[in-house]
């Protein structure tokens, strides 16, 4: 065999664009985001922007309310998103995806209509722009997000192990905490991160369906970029990068749930 | 100290321990061997308008290795999961030890189930997969509150250890499922199951995913472990020789019906019908005529036989195994004279075809005649098998939908309908070599997928099954595949009409 000549589109090749991609769209504003968290109003290096962040009361009340508001909405959603998973998968049901599809299908109308229906429906029926209103909204609209991992992780899950649990003595309430919940962690977690993060940084569902009082950082960042005076970007990355720290955070936990839960690849060696 | 050994010394030990504790002796009336310990009376299953389990009998009785044997589709594997309790049945109803037990739901049933692939849980390691029944168990002990206490963490932890010690696995309760090999997945598996102590052990094809020599080896030791532990076990496979092999009873079931229940030895011998024997081993199966009493004909040859009690010129099935037929040289001596077509050398013998009276006999001997040579093949009376055919002809209802047009089985057939009137509900019969099935099934008059296909001596019986969950026997000279999709065409002119009359029919069944 004589050597072949080097190929022009290696495989590797195929990947330039979205290194590009990702180097234009993820890596430079990253940088853009450290670089204004770090330079002081005279243009110089500082940690002054950081020390604003835990120090002033405000950001940090702001911080702590989208930390509650958003595990109480995880929480909430997580709580009723199980049971219709559970329900969806179950057999009778398995057979029409259909139904499944029904609970994705909001998810394809625009998200601020979706925001204003619902806004409208609630007030039809008293509940005005609220804390409560704004937990609803956050439950609604990430509903799917929820749903749709924990539906999958159960329709998948092998029936056997199940009725190994039943044949060995257990209730079908045993079942279910035993063997059914534990195999379906990995499902949730991704549930809860697919939820979770998104709702640290959104405040468009809080800003229409909040009160004046429940307000999140998201909005506070927001509304410190859009102030045309200069120096509150270097304060607006300064948060922006503490939230980035914190979702990083919350990703790390799930993943090691998620580890220690399925450790060895499914069916291992034969 | 021979694995065999360890696990003995480990059981006689263990009947010493346990002894003397009456938490643990049987509730019900003492164990007698030999009595049935499960009664399966008129089991039918449903699925979706396809019957799997027709009608179904069996009684099994206390500590014997029962084998349910058939190919996939026959239902063992549904019969073993109504016992688990995985499935009800559609109608009929399952004793253990005397109690009816189709209501009583699979956790609170004296069964344990080693399945197919294994279903080890993997968020638990080995010690606790084994553990989780025990965890959940109850015992007897009067001096507890309500005369039921769990067991403590003590005995679990002696019950798991000599379990796994039992199934060869003594060091590894620490370890993840995950990390075993199949081999060891299906022996913690067993584990799991046998320290349940239940009073009858279900296995679901549990050897089919491993390899042939972890497979064989699993064989033998299974059936020492039911020797040890004295329990029933009930096992399912598609695997003739694995069957054989183990099992005190072996069950052949095809179409959700019982096709023989015997020993081993009784059923490779003595098959009852021609699926069992050419499902059990390489048989020759060819269509005969019973002249009289002992003497049969086939080929054009009449020969002896040792069977009788057939009525004069029935027409039989006559299976001949092929280490049966004795193979010389030259021309003279046999029965049938031929030529040898192949010859292939299977370990211990050779395996030859020989093409005589244009039939092709498969035949194993120890000398190889190559292919090409003229031989002679004799078949002593003693090894001729006479088996009544099951069904001579198809027999259908329909009814009369038009002038020379009768309506059954979901198709609309051309049959000559003199002497009966449009309306007319009708039996049709059709002999088997009325039948032609066609590639593609448009061209057929219905549509139907084959369920078997035996080779009769100079012709293939193929039996189709119809989408309305009818059976249509077929003689031809072509091999059809299992499982294709095929379709159904009749030859009008052999077709035989009758009046169908449902007062008639009625005093007839009675």
């Not at chain 1, 050597?3 to 090749?13: E, S």
């Not at chain 1, 120090?55 to 958003?70: D, F, H, M, S």
Request: aromatic share 10%; net charge negative; charged share 25%.
């Amino acid at each position: 065999m004589t050597k072949r000549k080097a190929t022009v589109f290696r495989p590797t090749a195929f990947s330039f664009p979205y290194l590009a991609v990702t180097l234009i769209f993820v890596i430079v504003p990253l940088i853009l985001v450290l670089v204004y968290a770090f330079r002081g109003e005279d243009g110089g290096f500082t940690f002054d922007n950081f020390r604003q962040v835990f120090t002033e009361p405000e950001t940090l009340r702001q911080l702590g309310q989208t930390v509650g508001i958003a595990a109480l909405s995880t929480l909430i959603c997580l709580l009723i998103a199980y049971p219709v998973a559970y329900i969806l998968a179950s057999n009778p049901f398995n057979k029409m995806a259909i139904l499944a599809l029904l609970f994705v299908i909001p998810m394809w109308i625009n998200f601020m209509l979706r925001i204003f229906a619902l806004q409208s429906l609630l007030s039809m029926i008293g509940i005005g722009k609220s804390y409560t209103a704004a937990v609803i909204g956050m439950v609604y609209d990430f509903f799917p997000y929820m749903l749709l991992p924990i539906y999958t992780v159960l329709a998948n899950m092998d029936k056997s192990y199940v009725e190994a649990s039943r044949d060995l003595g257990a209730t079908p309430v045993q079942t279910f905490f035993k063997v059914t919940l534990p195999l379906s962690i990995p499902g949730v977690v991704s549930g809860i991160s697919m939820m979770f993060m998104p709702i640290f940084s959104s405040y468009a569902i809080t800003k229409m369906m909040g009160d004046m009082n429940t307000t999140v950082i998201g909005a506070k960042i927001a509304s410190l970029f859009e102030n045309q005076n200069y120096g509150s970007y270097g304060y607006g990355s300064a948060i922006s990068f503490v939230l980035l720290v914190l979702v990083l955070v919350v990703m790390l936990i799930g993943n090691a749930i998620v580890r220690r839960t399925e450790k060895a690849p499914k069916g291992g060696k034969a | 100290m021979s694995f065999f050994d360890k696990i003995r010394s480990i059981f006689i030990k263990d009947k010493k321990d346990t002894a003397p504790a009456p938490a643990e002796a049987p509730v019900s009336a003492p164990a007698k061997k030999g009595e049935n310990i499960i009664e399966i009376k008129g089991i039918t299953k449903v699925f979706d308008g396809v019957t799997v389990l027709d009608n179904l009998s069996l009684g099994i009785k206390r500590g014997q290795f029962v084998t349910l044997l058939g190919p996939s589709g026959c239902g063992k594997t549904t019969l073993l999961r109504l016992i688990a309790g995985f499935e009800t049945p559609t109608e009929g109803e399952i004793f253990i030890e005397g109690v009816p037990i189709t209501s009583i739901p699979p956790y609170k049933r004296p069964v344990n189930t080693v399945f197919q692939k294994y279903a080890l849980f993997p968020h638990l390691n080995v010690f606790k997969n084994v553990a989780f029944g025990l965890k959940l168990k109850k015992v007897k002990d009067p001096t507890a509150k309500g005369g039921e206490r769990k067991y403590t963490k003590e005995e679990i932890e002696e019950k798991v250890n000599r379990a796994l010690k039992l199934v060869g696995l003594e060091d590894y309760g620490h370890r993840d499922v995950n990390s075993l090999s199949g081999g060891q997945q299906q022996r913690v598996a067993i584990a799991r199951a046998i320290v349940c102590e239940p009073k009858v052990l279900l296995l679901d094809e549990p050897l089919g995913a491993l390899d042939l020599k972890m497979r064989k080896e699993m064989q033998i030791e299974l059936k020492k472990m039911h020797e040890d532990l004295g329990i029933t076990f009930i096992f399912v496979t598609h695997d003739q020789e694995e069957a054989l092999t183990m099992s005190d009873v072996v069950v052949v079931l095809n179409d959700g019906m019982i096709q023989q229940i015997d020993r081993p030895k009784k059923i490779y011998d003595e098959p009852k019908n021609a699926f069992v024997a050419d499902f059990i081993g390489e048989s020759n199966i060819l269509s005969g005529v019973m002249e009289k009493d002992y003497v049969i004909s086939f080929l054009g040859k009449s020969l002896p036989c040792v069977d009788k009690g057939f009525e004069r010129n029935e027409k039989v099935d006559v299976v001949i195994r092929p280490e049966d037929i004795k193979i010389s040289g030259g021309k003279e001596g046999g029965h049938f004279d031929g030529v040898v077509l192949t010859s292939v050398f299977k370990g211990t013998y050779y395996e030859m075809i020989v093409l005589a009276s244009d039939y092709e006999f498969t035949v194993q001997s120890q000398t190889e005649y190559r292919p090409g040579t003229e031989v002679s093949l004799e078949i002593v009376p003693d090894s001729i098998h006479i088996m009544k055919k099951i069904l001579t002809i198809n027999k259908h209802l329909g009814s009369v939908t038009g002038e020379n047009a009768v309506t059954f089985c979901g198709g609309e057939f051309e049959i000559p309908t003199e002497g009966f009137e449009v309306g007319d509900e009708v039996i049709v019969y059709v002999p088997f070599d009325a039948v032609e099935l066609t590639d593609d099934e448009k061209d057929g008059v219905i549509g139907a997928a084959v369920t078997q296909s035996l080779y009769k001596g100079t012709y293939y019986q193929v039996q189709v099954y119809t989408d309305t969950d009818e059976d249509f026997y077929i003689d031809t000279s072509d091999e059809w595949d299992m499982d294709d999709r095929v379709g159904v065409k009749i030859d009008g002119s052999k077709v035989r009409l009758e009046k169908y009359d449902p007062d008639a029919a009625e005093e007839a069944k009675e």
